[in-house]
T-cell receptor, first 113, second 114 residues
């Protein structure tokens, strides 16, 4: 079975600090996509960053970057210079060759003033 | 540009009642999906569709029906609501397979079954 595991149910950091959210996944596929989605209190699901498995270079979007370790099946999200608006639930997700996205259970991130 | 529109945003049902959650997208996306979000469980796939006339089951399909008569619409039907179906429901669409294209989500429907 293909699964996504987020081992940190909840985290808190001070504003302006850097925080890393962990994600591991299990698959026998060689080609797939990985995602981090943000869900603020508004409930809207927002794509933060996307990584193609066959690309070794880690994806970056402004203050958000990933550490993709394909052999270890690890896909962590780093948020630099964290802001109050980063407070949200963060979901790691995985899309293998079929037509589905598999989500982790989420990490609730609190940015403290 | 409306994107993915879900209606209603909130709904309370009595056990045994039936209802349809509506989902419409105006981006001409082929792929559409329904997820439910429960505390501590993340998002779980209920049903999905890769195009008009084609649907398939996801991880948790029991108690739900779908149909895809048009590209734009993908309604989710609860045949006989149960308290276990209390959840937040999300509809998503993408131009192609989620592997290759970005998925866009609706605002969600919070359903309570009493």
């Amino acid at each position: 079975a293909q699964t996504v595991t987020q081992s940190q149910p909840e985290m808190s950091v001070q504003e302006a600090e850097t925080v890393t959210l962990s994600c591991t996944y299990d698959t026998s596929e060689s080609n797939y996509y990985l995602f981090w989605y943000k869900q603020p209190p508004s409930r809207q699901m927002i794509l933060v960053i996307r990584q193609e498995a066959y690309k070794q270079q880690n994806a970056t979007e402004n203050r958000f970057s990933v550490n993709f370790q394909k052999a270890a099946k690890s896909f962590s999200l780093k948020i630099s210079d964290s802001q109050l608006g980063d407070t949200a639930m963060y979901f790691c997700a995985f899309a293998p060759r079929d037509d589905k996205i598999i989500f982790g259970k989420g990490t609730r991130l609190h940015i403290l003033p | 540009n409306a994107g993915v529109t879900q209606t209603p945003k909130f709904q309370v049902l009595k056990t045994g009642q039936s209802m349809t959650l509506q989902c419409a997208q105006d981006m001409n996306h082929e792929y559409m999906s329904w997820y439910r979000q429960d505390p501590g469980m993340g998002l779980r796939l209920i049903h999905y569709s890769v195009g008009a006339g084609i649907t398939d089951q996801g991880e948790v399909p029991n108690g739900y029906n779908v149909s895809r008569s048009t590209t734009e619409d993908f309604p989710l039907r609860l045949l006989s609501a149960a308290p276990s179906q209390t959840s937040v429901y999300f509809c998503a669409s993408s131009l192609g397979p989620p592997m290759n294209t970005e998925a866009f989500f609706g605002q969600g429907t919070r359903l309570t079954v009493v």
